[in-house]
């Protein structure tokens, strides 16, 4: 069955600091990976995608994602976080008609 | 372009009076989603349309929810009778369905109906 993991319920970062969001998924065939961010009152919005091609995927805001399929993976990194990064981050797989959203990461950032 | 829109953006109510949810998707999206938000359970997906024609309901709770979509710009939530357990976040988000199905597209989310049910 499709599923993704995000282990990490909620991480604490200073702001400046790197940071990297885990996520894992199970899927059968070729993934379709998506990141998306939700701030606080608002709907989701999508950082970046992948369906093919170069495995690091750059998206909106400085966000980048390393799509690993020996390990199943699609981490969302960031080389130096802001504290308007401050959201909730989900990441999700496409299966064929829907996607499969993680349990999602709160990130806090500390000034 | 505009996105997703939802109305109303927060509504209160008592306890078994009928709620409507309402969303227009992005122009020339042919899927829509309707998700629920809570903090026991995250993300769910209620149901979704594809060309105006509901595809998979099987994320609807319970009879009290219907959902309709009468054309390609209008769809509808509804909850009759309400009960303080749906109170959430109803998310209505839209894509494009292209082959070999919807889910390798990104989808466009709304900013979400807060529904509190006294």
């Known amino acids: 069955a499709q599923s993704v993991t995000q282990p990490d319920i909620h991480i604490t970062v200073s702001e400046g600091a790197s940071l990297e969001l885990r996520c894992n998924y199970s899927y059968g065939a070729t993934p379709y990976l998506f990141w998306y961010v939700q701030s606080p009152g608002q709907g989701l919005q999508l950082l970046l995608k992948?369906?093919?091609?170069?495995?690091l995927v750059q998206g909106i805001k400085g966000f980048e994602a390393e799509f690993k399929r020996s390990q199943s993976s699609f981490n969302l990194r960031k080389p130096s976080v802001h504290w308007s990064d401050a959201a909730e981050y989900f990441c999700a797989v496409g299966a064929r008609e829907k996607l499969i959203f993680g349990t999602g990461t709160r990130l806090q950032v500390f000034p | 372009d505009a996105g997703v829109i939802q109305s109303p953006r927060h509504e209160v109510t008592e306890m078994g009076q009928e709620v409507t949810l309402r969303c227009k998707p992005i122009?020339?999206?042919?899927?829509l989603f309707w998700y629920r938000q809570t903090m026991m359970r995250g993300l769910e997906l209620l149901i979704y349309f594809n060309n105006n024609v509901p595809i998979d309901d099987s994320g609807m709770p319970e009879d009290r929810f219907s959902a309709k979509m009468p054309n390609a710009s209008f769809s509808t939530l509804k909850i009759q009778p309400s009960e303080p357990r749906d109170s959430a976040v109803y998310f209505c988000?839209?894509?494009?369905?292209?082959?070999?199905?919807?889910?390798?597209?990104?989808?466009?989310f709304g900013d979400g109906t807060r529904l509190s049910i006294l």
């Open positions: 988000a839209s894509s494009f369905w292209g082959e070999p199905g919807p889910g390798n597209q990104p989808q466009h």
């Open positions: 122009s020339g999206h042919n899927s």
């Open positions: 992948y369906f093919s091609g170069d495995t």
